[in-house]
């Protein structure tokens, strides 16, 4: 897979194979390429498919928008998740399950069912019934931000779930809660993708494969021992390991820098 974004070129030739009931960390430097990844796999428009194919149940879906994806089953938490007054989160979230229900050519819910199912899903990430009517992320915490795209992802039941540094930000207690929720929705008809900075999260849930991300590509593939020796000891060894000087590997002769 090849991306990039303002002419600039940042996935090299990315290979990345996630099979169902499987679970992926990635982890790399700051410029590597994670959340390029993330958005160009989601379909964000202002990123620049160069080349390769992303492809889901055997199918090529490279060249559907977002909306799209999200029908046939991808689904991807921000890192930063937006705010947006004015739309209460039960609306959204059943506007969202609703619309994934019709793509599988399932029955709608209405309010009545659906505000049952909801309250019974927001139990499990521990987000209070009262958030159902307040507007998407409007004043809530950087904990309670995360807990609602894990109620997202919980609703969807997506086929591929990935999670972009979602425990960035995070206290020790919704960091917890957090993972609880991804672990317990896991199940075996979805792969599901950890792109973090930290071994944290991997504390709480252990992942089948751990790669590291440079230069736009990954350059090694281990299990969770691979990152916890990154936890220890950084990246400077797999850089000596792969060849590449600090630079290529974060990405920084490839990303403008303003002086």
């Keep these: 897979l090849n991306a990039g974004i303002n002419g600039k070129q940042i996935l090299n030739g990315l290979s990345l194979d996630i099979k169902q009931g499987e679970i992926h960390a990635i982890m790399g430097p700051n410029g590597s390429g994670k959340s390029t990844l993330s958005h160009v796999i989601m379909g964000h428009p202002a990123y620049e498919h160069t080349g390769g194919e992303i492809l ?43 619309t994934v229900r019709a793509a ?29 009517e307040r507007y998407i992320n409007d004043g809530f915490s950087g904990g309670e931000k995360k807990k609602a795209e894990i109620l997202q992802m919980t609703l969807l039941d997506p086929k591929i779930a990935i999670l972009d540094e979602t425990d960035s930000g995070l206290d020790v207690d919704a960091l917890r809660i957090v993972s609880e929720g991804i672990k317990k929705t896991h199940n075996s008809n979805r792969g599901t993708v950890l792109i973090t900075h930290y071994q944290r999260i991997l504390h709480y849930i252990t992942p089948d494969f751990v790669h590291v991300m440079m230069d736009g590509r990954i350059v090694k593939s281990g299990g969770k021992e691979l990152a916890e020796r990154l936890e220890k000891d950084g990246y400077d060894w797999v850089r000596q390991e792969v060849g590449l000087d600090e630079n290529e590997a974060d990405g920084l002769k490839k990303l403008p820098i303003n002086n």
């Excluded at 799209?68 to 890192?79: D, E, V």
């Excluded at 209460?88 to 506007?95: A, D, E, K, Q």
């Excluded at 209405?110 to 019934?129: C, D, G, I």
Aim: hydrophobic share 35%; net charge positive; aromatic share 10%.
């Design 56 to 98: 889901l149940d055997g199918e090529n879906i490279s060249s559907l928008g977002a909306d799209l994806r999200a029908r046939r089953g991808i689904f991807l938490a921000f890192q930063y998740p937006k705010e947006i007054p004015g739309i209460t989160l039960s609306n959204f979230l059943r506007t969202s399950y609703n």
């Design 104 to 132: 599988r050519g399932e029955e709608k819910l209405n309010p009545v069912q659906f505000r049952r199912l909801l309250r019974e899903k927001m139990k499990e990430v521990s987000l209070k019934p009262e958030f159902m």
